[in-house]
């Protein structure tokens, strides 16, 4: 079956590797590919970001945080001209970085058509890592721990606030302790 | 034991050029199995409680709950779990004698809807408590997952969840998945359930949950081998290609196919498709199965004497009428598969590039023989009704229905949802009944 875009023609079109954009879709900065399993293609969406964190990661710098890069993309996407992305990914459009941050001077990513042009002086660069270090202005809230319960009877209950799986099943096994303990004692 | 016999569709090949020929590969699960000690079961329901399933979508679930608390064997052990933003264990292992069963009733009514979709955290916590449970050696080990929403919560990547299903398969925990409604992600608990080994439903609405989850609880009884993977080697040079879309990998001499749980009563027809270049000669297949009886580690295999096709330069032999329609039931499933991934995704370039593959190809095996003309038809309603805008409901319907055909899988509806063909109707025109299953 021939998808509109396989991860070749994305790595192709943006001179990374596919590891790379599979990585990049792990950390969250391209969405899944459609489909699924052998079903999976690409589309423009995924082409277009690819594209702006190629051209914000050439710019600044292949050192930049991805954990910055994918603040920046969801803050653009989020914003009132989602399309900027676009249009900055395919070189149709500069965009003032610093606008997002509140830097004090203005960063640019270049349009892809002046992506031969030098990189930016190690000053700008080492400005633009200090700025990454703190906490994005729309950071996303830290995850709160999961809770687990488990119900030993309708008035008694165990619970655990951990996303590891291994202490969910030790929880567990505390779990059928307990129960083999109540029903000893004679506790219905 | 399994039987496996392979042949192809036409066991001649042109003199020269570019070929494509259909493997079929039949597994034959022997009726006697029936009569042998099942091994008991321990079965994990794992209940979507977000806020969309309020009302009678959770409460048809806990009606099905329910029902199996009172119906299944005194040998079963039934958990329940629900999940949202957090996950809740109202029943762990409860073995369903009459002091169990009345357990698992009262907590029941614990079971609340609330929060987000942490589908992952659901899943893994009823994986988990399964293969903990005492003496879980020799027992078949089953989750069914029921959820009306897309995970928005914890994993929610397909190809993650995909590879813990895997995992949990090979430590013998099987997973299905009921899908309710129009809004569930199609693709996570796809990946769930059929890298789990299990089978995916769609219920169309809160109606359709307590037969739905009764019907797969239930066919767990005639279930005499899991984790079925059918490897089949073909020449270097040759491709190949399972079409009804089960989990495969192709290395360039070997595809091998995930095929899940099999039934009693309920042979497979995996279709393959293979494709060369007849210069290379004649094209000789082989293939091996293996399985897992339920309960147990080691694995059986079998092999089946290989198929042949000849180059020649006869007219082409014709298919029989058996295996004609498999290969149009599979092939319709692997065409409405990506029509539905593409009108969804609203890509029309994409339905179109398909169409000038296939389309011609499909008709003009369809009409190669009487038996097989219906497809034709079908397959034209299908490219007409692929160029709207389907409704989520359609896409769903027409994806379950032709791949439960293609893997004959049995669906658990209510009421008939009419043919593939009848999904790709104008929205509104009254369908056909009495569709093929």
Known sequence: MEPLLTLDDLAQRSGEKPRTIRSWIRQGLLPPARGGGRASYYDDEHLDRLLFVVALRKKAGARLPTSVVRDVLHQLLRGSDPDVVRRVGRGEESLEIADLFGAPEAFSVAPMASMSAPAPADDEVVRYMELSQEEPIDAPPRPEPRWTTIQLREDLELRLASDDPERVARLARIARRLRQLLEQEGEP | ?437
Not at chain 2, 84 to 102: E, F, K, P, Q, T
Request: charged letters at 25%.
């Open chain 2, 1 to 437: 034991m399994l039987e496996l016999n392979i042949n192809f569709d036409q066991s001649d090949l042109p003199a020269e050029g570019e070929y494509r020929r259909h493997l079929l590969a039949r597994v034959t699960p022997p009726q006697q199995e029936l009569t042998e000690d099942v091994a008991p079961l321990d079965l994990a329901l794992v209940i979507d409680a977000s806020g969309s399933m309020h009302g009678a979508p959770l409460d048809a679930a806990k009606q099905a709950a329910a029902t199996l608390a009172r119906e299944l064997d005194a040998s079963t052990r039934l958990t329940v779990v629900s999940f949202a933003n957090d996950v809740v264990v109202h029943a762990d292992a409860v073995r369903l004698d009459d002091a169990g069963r009345a357990e698992v009733l009262a907590m029941l009514g614990s079971l609340e809807p609330r929060g987000t979709t942490d589908l992952h955290a659901g899943w893994l916590t009823g994986c988990t408590l399964l293969a903990e449970g005492d003496d879980a050696d020799g027992r078949r080990r089953h989750v069914v997952v029921l959820s009306d929403g897309c995970a928005n919560q914890g994993v929610v990547e397909p190809g993650q969840l995909a590879s813990e299903a895997r995992a949990q398969l090979d430590g013998g925990v099987t997973t299905s998945g009921v899908g309710v409604g129009d809004h569930y992600s199609p693709t996570q608990l796809a990946a769930l359930a059929e890298h789990g080994g299990g089978a995916l439903h769609d219920a169309v609405g809160a109606a359709e949950i307590v037969e739905i989850l009764l019907g797969e609880v239930r066919s767990l009884g005639d279930v005499v081998a899991e984790d079925l993977e059918l490897v089949v080697f073909v020449p270097r040079g040759v491709r190949a290609a399972e079409m009804s879309g089960a989990p495969s990998v192709f290395d360039g001499e070997r595809l091998t196919v995930r095929l899940g749980s099999i039934r009693a009563s309920r042979p497979r027809e995996v279709v393959i498709r293979v494709s060369g270049d007849a210069s290379y000669g004649a094209l000789t297949v082989s293939a091996e199965l293996s399985w897992r009886r339920s309960g147990e580690t080691s694995r059986q295999r079998v092999g089946a004497d290989a198929a042949v096709a000849t180059p020649t330069m006869a007219p082409p032999a014709l298919p029989s009428a058996r295996d004609a329609r498999a290969v149009m039931v599979a092939w319709q499933a692997d065409i409405v598969r990506w029509v539905a991934a593409y009108n969804r995704d609203r890509n029309q370039e994409a339905i179109r590039r398909l169409w000038r593959r296939d389309y011609e190809p499909f008709v003009a095996y369809a009409n190669q023989l009487q038996e097989t003309v219906e497809f034709a038809e079908a397959i034209r309603a299908v490219q007409v009704g692929s160029q709207r805008r389907m409704s989520e409901r359609r896409l769903k319907q027409s994806v379950d229905m032709s791949r439960k055909m293609a893997r004959n899988e049995e669906a658990f509806y209510r009421d008939s949802r009419g043919d593939v063909a009848c999904q790709f109707a104008p929205e509104g025109l009254p369908r056909r009944r009495g569709g093929r299953r």
